[in-house]
């Protein structure tokens, strides 16, 4: 399976393409569309299916493309937004709702796997966060306690499974890892079979509401009654642009000289915390490690975050060597939960699944579990919570969509000569830069053929700046998380439309 980036994540090894069974686009209106073929779009799909919905699923490349195939594959009860904050902001009721909901999805995975028979490396854990510092000791007692309160089964643990020295730490019961992509793969499957439509390199372009929705694609329009956005970050300039940020997080597989893998799934209280746990893949066992997140565009060296990770895990394993590592994206709540439910102006008909932080197995899972309830019971203990209508306008966002409703074209001409440009010369094959020429930015690649490719860094989302990703060869924007390929193709959204292209002469 393919990923958004060049690197590659331990999934990917051993997990062939899917193909979904050739159709046409159907003329008639489906009950829902959902944009995006990652496990939130795939589980809500099976469900409404099973429902009795009629169901389209278009995906811009292959399931799995983004944060599913790039997740660590942690599936938790406990969140990267602790409970005695969530406590504190949404009060003691609403922190046990949450508890609730990351059981039932953890419930429905589960059950999932049970009822299809999904070989797909599934085991329940325990979980551990540790502190190491007396700060980090007042955390884990205010985690410890809001946590029973919330109703998880936590106490305090005298051991870790991982060699790392600690003060103090935790343990909750019930918490659970699998393999990703063989466990959506299964669900493609299941949801094909009961009569849903898939379409993998269908990218979605606009949308406009009525009765029914019409949404332009790649391959033409497509009508539906509602329309699901399970992309974390919708196209388009709304809301949600200024309510979550977007993050990238990175991972290594890793191979022990000791043979001594750790069971269970292991925290530290960091800021970016690290995270440990075990994986089995074809008769290899590897350690996963994950951290040094860092918001998406923000980081200028991207290889850096891979070896501070590397060194860090080799001050208390023995590591043998390093087989995999990959990095992906997430996007994180202002203020701490996902939105998950109906967008405020959508008359109802318009859905999103956004702000998963850390959690998007979890979190993916119940956006599933709340939107099929809400499309077909019209209701869910969670749709108050987890609403996006809680988001409050920003002061001038009228004026803000009215700026960018369409992208500015920053070149009057597309046309340049390489000569001109010093910074040509400089570029080593596989490089990237951001360059100036005549007081315009250009953004100029070199490929391994030692071919130039020249975009404008001009982000088509919201008119950002991008940045070169050097990990993963992709210019990534650091407003709201777009991604492109060196060649200024949509690798993720929100951008809709590919980076304008320049074309470069010598004169």
């Known amino acids: 399976m393919q990923r958004d980036g060049t690197t590659e994540s331990l999934w990917q090894h051993d997990t062939p393409p899917y193909r979904p069974v050739p159709r046409n686009i159907p003329h008639d209106a489906a009950d829902v569309l959902i944009v995006g073929g990652g496990i939130t779009g795939l589980t809500t799909g099976l ?14 490349h292959e399931i799995g493309f983004g944060t599913t195939g790039g997740t660590t594959a942690h599936l938790n009860t ?8 969530i406590e504190k902001d949404f009060g003691e009721d609403n922190a046990q709702l949450v508890a609730q909901g990351t059981r039932e999805a953890l419930e429905l995975i589960k059950k999932n796997i049970e009822e299809l028979n999904i070989d797909c490396d599934y085991s329940v854990q325990p979980g551990f966060i540790f502190s190491q510092t007396d ?49 959506i793969v299964a669900l493609a499957k299941a ?7 898939l379409f993998q ?72 915390y690290h995270y440990y746990r075990t994986q089995e893949n074809g008769g290899e066992k590897y350690l996963i490690a994950g951290g040094e997140d860092h918001k998406t565009g923000h980081e200028e060296n991207t290889e850096a975050p891979f070896l501070r990770l590397e060194a860090y895990v080799r001050k208390f394993f023995q590591v043998d060597k390093t087989v995999y590592r990959w990095s992906s994206q997430y996007f994180e709540p202002a203020d701490g939960l996902a939105y998950i439910g109906t967008m405020p102006t959508g008359d109802n008909k318009i859905f999103v699944a956004t702000g998963f932080s850390g959690n998007g197995m979890t979190y993916g899972t119940l956006s599933a579990i709340v939107i099929s309830s809400l499309i077909t019971e019209e209701k869910s203990p969670y749709e108050k919570l987890f ?11 009228a004026n803000f969509v009215k700026e960018n409703a369409d992208v500015v074209k920053e070149f009057v001409s597309g046309r340049f000569s390489v000569s001109s440009i010093k910074e040509v010369s400089e570029l080593a094959r596989g490089e990237a830069r951001i360059v100036k020429y005549e007081g315009k930015k250009i953004g100029l690649y070199k490929d391994e053929e030692g071919a130039l490719h020249a975009v404008n860094p001009v982000c088509t989302h919201a008119k950002c700046i991008v940045s070169w990703n050097s990990a993963e060869h992709s210019w990534d924007c650091p407003c709201h998380g777009g991604r492109f390929t060196p060649e200024g193709k949509v690798l993720t959204g929100p951008a809709a439309r590919d980076l304008e292209k320049l074309e470069l002469e010598d004169l």
């Open 47 to 60: 469900l409404l299916q099973r429902a009795g919905k009629s169901c389209i699923i278009i995906e811009s």
């Open 135 to 183: 700060e980090q000791n007042e955390e884990l007692d205010k985690i410890l306690e809001s946590s029973r309160k919330a109703g998880l089964d936590m106490d305090y643990s005298t051991s870790i499974p991982v060699p790392i020295p600690f003060e103090k730490a935790v343990v909750v019961q019930g918490q659970a890892q699998f393999h990703p992509l063989k466990y």
């Open 191 to 197: 949801y094909e079979e009961a009569g849903g439509m």
């Open 78 to 85: 406990i969140l990267d937004t602790p409970y005695n904050q």
């Open 201 to 272: 390199g269908c990218h979605f372009l606009d949308y406009k509401t009525g009765d029914p929705v019409e949404a332009t694609t790649s391959r033409g329009t497509i009508k539906a009654k509602k329309l699901l956005f399970a992309t974390h970050m919708l196209p388009g300039i709304n809301l949600l642009s200024f309510r979550c940020a977007p993050y990238r997080s990175y991972a290594i597989a890793v191979t022990l000289a000791d043979g001594k893998y750790p069971e269970g799934l292991c925290y530290d209280l960091y800021d970016p």
């Open 387 to 397: 609403n996006p209508g809680r988001i409050k306008p920003v002061a001038g966002f």
